[in-house]
């Protein structure tokens, strides 16, 4: 089991920036997905980016060109810098890996979560 521990979350106005960081224990390095999700209270959580080991990464339409997804598969370590930072993008961002090798983009069948890191943007 592979345990994550998400940073960085914060509050800030229409337009900025923040940069959110997972750092994974246990077995991370086998952890062929990871990943960024975001979930508002009462809407089911969502797709935000994917990466896989080979640094490989997919976005969600609304954050493509504005996010971006890294790891450090040495460093075990994932992030997600995020710019041009915008009201809906409100949510709480959670961080997780799958030792599955399936589809990235699938977030059924991701094994390990982190806590979650709210991210407030105020307009």
């Known amino acids: 089991q592979v345990q994550l521990v998400e940073s960085g979350g914060g509050s800030v106005q229409a337009g900025g920036s923040l940069n959110l960081s997972c750092v994974a224990s246990g077995y991370a390095y086998g952890s062929h997905c990871m990943g960024w999700f975001r979930q508002v209270p009462g809407k089911e959580r969502e797709n935000v980016a994917t990466i896989d080991h080979f640094r490989y990464a997919a976005y969600a339409a609304s954050v493509k060109g504005r996010f971006t997804i890294g790891r450090d598969n040495a460093k075990t370590t994932l992030w997600l810098q995020m710019s041009s930072l915008k009201p809906e993008d409100t949510a709480i961002y959670y961080c997780?890996?799958?030792?599955?090798?399936?589809?990235?983009?699938?977030?059924?069948?991701?094994?390990?979560w982190g806590q979650g890191t709210q991210v407030t943007v105020s307009s």
């Open positions: 997780a890996a799958k030792s599955v090798r399936s589809d990235c983009w699938r977030q059924d069948d991701y094994n390990s």
